[in-house]
């Protein structure tokens, strides 16, 4: 049975997408089947694996609210063993329209589990609030990455989502678990970035990943070429910080399985 991981925090701009498209593409390339749901209406994971959204003709939209049988939705990426749930602007109605109905909360997780078991692991990348669709991706999952921007607001919002877990714990989905804050847009030349990890750090202590994804020209490229940063620069820092979580996230769950497992992948700090 595939694990299911949302990646979740209502602050935007700190990398959620990013974590989503790249952590899903290395597992992939790492040859674990991987699926990666889209359940933003902005759809930037759709796009950022090279869908045009104007072509969408189904999506996620469309099985949570028509109930649209799932497997005729995905699509397959560029990326070999990298298949996507396409989202489209419509999602943004789908709160209003699921607000009535019955069971409204556990939508995603009927949605996911007819094709649970043809995937080693599925991530979610979650909208930046914690609605309707949100609650619907934690309902869903086995565990939540928090992606934390190493800047001065860091932890601004952070007591808020996970108060928002404790309730979706105690309230609809108890095998939730945090599966870690992965620190990001890290520049080791700044002072405020190191203060704000190690300010981290001491508060969450093991929860914290011990990979950091650094600030990276190359990350912030591939979008607008609609590809994750392997597919892009496979030896940007970037994609080398995204490999060593994906070992990371398989190591912490018991499921690595490549001969290199105890391998990390070096990162050229002048680049």
């Known amino acids: 049975m595939g694990k299911i991981i949302a990646i979740a925090n209502q602050k935007g701009g700190v990398g959620k997408t990013t974590t989503a498209i790249n952590l899903a593409c290395s597992l992939a390339v790492l ?7 889209d ?49 489209h602007l419509d999602l943004v109605g789908a709160e209003i329209e699921l607000i009535n109905h019955p069971n409204r909360e556990h939508k995603l997780l009927n949605t996911l589990e007819p094709i649970r078991d043809d995937y080693d692991i599925i991530i979610i990348d979650c909208s930046p609030s914690l609605g309707l669709i949100t609650v619907n991706a934690l309902s869903a999952s086995d565990s939540v990455i928090v992606p934390v921007q190493c800047e001065f607001f860091a932890l601004e919002g952070l007591g808020k989502l996970l108060n928002t877990i404790k309730i ?68 940007a820092k970037g994609a080398l910080n995204y490999l060593n979580l994906a070992k990371e996230v398989l190591q912490r ?19």
């Open 31 to 37: 040859d674990y089947k991987t699926m990666l749901v």
């Open 39 to 87: 359940c933003d209406p902005q759809a930037n994971a759709t796009s950022g694996n090279g869908f045009d959204l104007k072509n969408i003709q189904l999506s996620v939209y469309d099985s949570l609210v028509n109930g649209t049988d799932v497997k005729s939705i995905i699509l397959e990426t560029e990326t070999p063993n990298l298949s996507i749930l396409p989202a």
């Open 168 to 235: 979706v714990q105690s309230k609809l989905n108890p095998n939730l678990k945090i599966e870690g804050i992965l620190m990001t847009m890290y520049d080791g030349r700044l002072r405020l970035s190191n203060q704000v990890v190690e300010e981290v750090s001491n508060h969450f202590a093991e929860m914290v990943f011990e990979t950091i994804i650094h600030r990276n020209t190359r990350l912030g490229e591939a979008p607008s070429v609609g590809k994750p940063v392997l597919l892009y620069d496979a030896e």
């Open 253 to 271: 769950n018991d499921m690595t399985k490549i001969s290199n497992k105890d391998k990390t992948f070096e990162i050229e700090e002048n680049e």
